[in-house]
């Protein structure tokens, strides 16, 4: 089986597909060619005759026989992350989204496995908001490729961790099929935390399979001081919360300027609790991480951010996967703001069972009208429960039911 990635940012999606048994066929990104470097440097790990393409989506070499196209296209347009002062930044008619109508334009210039127009399965991810407020757009795109072909689609609406990601992640799958409805496993049950990904090496002060830049993780100043080395910011806490409880309870902020700043920005008009780091919590799966990753994730028990490696595993990507020789930002970009490998690779196994005509038992959602249904794919609400009470002995309890 072969498969196509577009906007594969920083490899994800590409492990994913050849866990899930295909060869990397085409690998295209944008003109600014996002995340080549990280796959090309680790071309061994995603075997196929592939070159990467960076330039316009319109000039990118149309896919011949692939049975699934895969991608993350940039989600900005609907992310809660972007503070764009423009409202032409945000919603459907951001310019943001020209990069999800290039992806499903692209299918539509390639042909399947079986030499008809468009690829059997075509899949990208994206935020919550893209089914929510995006809706009229993610129809749009479903009428554009129903051009070329009989596409039913499915609006995979997923909790990462209930696949077995070490990440809660809430995300949107847009899965277009015309052999067929895609059958979806259904969840273990199982979830994965944090210290269970990352437990291992958690005694690691930097990450000593990656390049020298990188191991500016552990020394990151965060709004004006090394918040690393707050001892009093609890697990699942934001640092500016424990800035505030210190600061209720002894009557002010630690002494010293840099604490002094720090603290005038805390309690500002203008405060928000972006960019401020968080502490994991060690028995239950990690929060959503950013492009901005490893910068705002404190680790749950060492003094320190988390490492590149860290954000590597908590995105379930292999520890042969190099960034070298990424910068300090580049490393986090690639890691935050790609889809976890057990999303891209649940996904592909969907898209692997039809080509292949293997019968599965699985879930299929909802048709919600005509050649459209809706899965949502979620965690049980004692699993929720548990997690959001940071509940590690009650998760281990349902764990080993």
Not at 251 to 264: E, I, K, L, N
């Amino acid at each position: 089986m072969q498969a196509a990635v577009a906007y594969g940012f920083g490899g994800n999606a590409g492990i994913g597909s050849v866990q899930a048994g295909f060869d990397i066929a085409e690998w295209k990104c944008g003109p600014e060619g996002f995340g080549r470097w990280a796959v090309e440097r680790n071309r061994d790990l995603l075997p196929g005759d592939w070159e990467a393409q960076s330039s316009d989506p319109s000039e990118w070499t149309p896919a011949e026989r692939v049975g699934l196209l895969i991608g993350t296209p940039p989600c900005a347009a609907f992310s809660s992350m972007n503070f764009g002062r423009r409202t032409s930044t945000r919603g459907i008619d951001s310019p943001w989204n020209d990069c999800m109508s290039a992806f499903v334009e692209y299918a539509a210039r390639s042909t399947g496995e079986d030499g008809e127009q468009g690829p059997e399965v075509i899949a990208f991810e994206s935020v919550p908001a893209a089914f929510t407020t995006g809706m009229d757009l993610m129809r749009r795109l479903h009428d554009r490729i129903r051009r070329v072909g009989e596409y039913e689609l499915t609006h995979l609406r997923i909790t990462n961790a209930a696949i077995g990601s070490a990440q809660l992640r809430k995300r949107y799958w847009w899965v277009a099929s015309r052999i067929g409805t895609p059958t979806f496993a259904e969840p273990t049950g199982q979830v994965v935390t944090a210290h269970q990904r990352i437990g291992d090496i958690e005694n690691l002060t930097a990450d000593v399979t990656d390049h020298e830049s990188i191991r500016k993780t552990c020394k990151a100043p965060v709004c004006g001081c090394p918040s690393y080395m707050w001892p009093f910011t609890r697990e699942g806490e934001v640092t500016k919360m424990a800035l505030l409880r210190y600061a209720d309870e002894h009557g002010g902020p630690p002494p010293g300027d840099s604490w002094a700043r720090v603290y005038d920005r805390a309690t500002g008009v203008r405060g928000t609790w972006i960019g401020w780091p968080k502490r994991l919590r060690k028995h239950t799966p990690a929060f959503t991480l950013t492009g901005y990753c490893i910068t705002e994730t404190l680790h749950y028990s060492r003094r320190r951010h988390i490492t590149a490696r860290e954000g590597l595993r908590l995105m379930g990507m292999p520890d042969e996967w190099s960034l070298e020789p990424a910068s300090y930002n580049q490393a986090q970009a690639v890691i935050g703001k790609a889809a976890p490998v057990e999303s891209c690779k649940y996904v592909a196994d969907a898209a692997a069972a039809l080509l292949t005509g293997r019968r599965t038992v699985g879930l299929q959602g909802e048709e919600t009208r005509p050649a459209e249904r809706v899965l949502r794919v979620d965690l049980p609400e004692e699993v929720r429960r548990a997690i959001r009470f940071n509940d590690g002995s009650g998760l281990r309890a349902l764990n080993s039911r």
